[in-house]
């Protein structure tokens, strides 16, 4: 797949960060000296205290952001790679951003090999597999959109 994927990174997904990992603005706070001066440490506090106040919101326009990527890789499907796993099940990918997750695409299992057979080279220039594909993952992607309105409905009216 294209190294330069469009529609898998966000500005506010980066310094929210995920559920288990350390978030841009945690990063940023725990690079200082362990001793500080006393200007460094009211301004660090100061600094602090500000993103506190803001976490809500950012947390907010992180998961709006999360969820517009998402929206644009399913309206702009071009890249679909198909690839063999675990020597029987035929998956369908195409780039999708989900925070928290190492892998910056959607998977779907797509067919069998003792199916469709194993030529990925002729299922891709199958028309009709292809479209069966890529509807596939639109139901994956339809399906973590869904969690996400879902919880920004959540964070929305908490603002």
């Keep these: ?8 990174n966000g500005v506010f997904t980066k310094i929210v960060g995920a559920n288990n990992q350390l978030s841009e603005f945690e990063r940023f706070l725990n690079d200082g000296p ?3 001066t006393p200007v460094l440490s009211k ?4 600094y602090k205290n500000i993103v506190t106040k803001w976490k809500t919101q950012f947390e907010t326009v992180s998961l709006l952001e999360e969820t517009i990527l998402q929206l644009r890789a399913k309206e702009s499907i071009k890249e679909i790679k198909l690839s063999i796993v675990r020597g029987d099940y035929i998956y369908a990918r195409s780039p999708f ?4 997750t190492s892998a910056k695409d959607v998977r779907v299992i797509v067919g069998r090999m003792n199916e469709d057979g194993d030529d990925l080279n002729s299922l891709e220039k199958d028309i009709q597999f292809m479209e069966s594909a890529k509807r596939s993952i639109e139901v994956a992607m339809d399906k973590q959109i869904a969690v996400n309105c879902n919880e920004l409905t959540k964070l929305m009216n908490n603002i």
């Design 1 to 8: 797949m294209n190294r330069n994927l469009k529609h898998v």
């Design 43 to 46: 301004m660090t506090g100061t």
């Design 34 to 36: 362990i001793k500080m």
């Design 97 to 100: 951003f989900r925070k928290g």
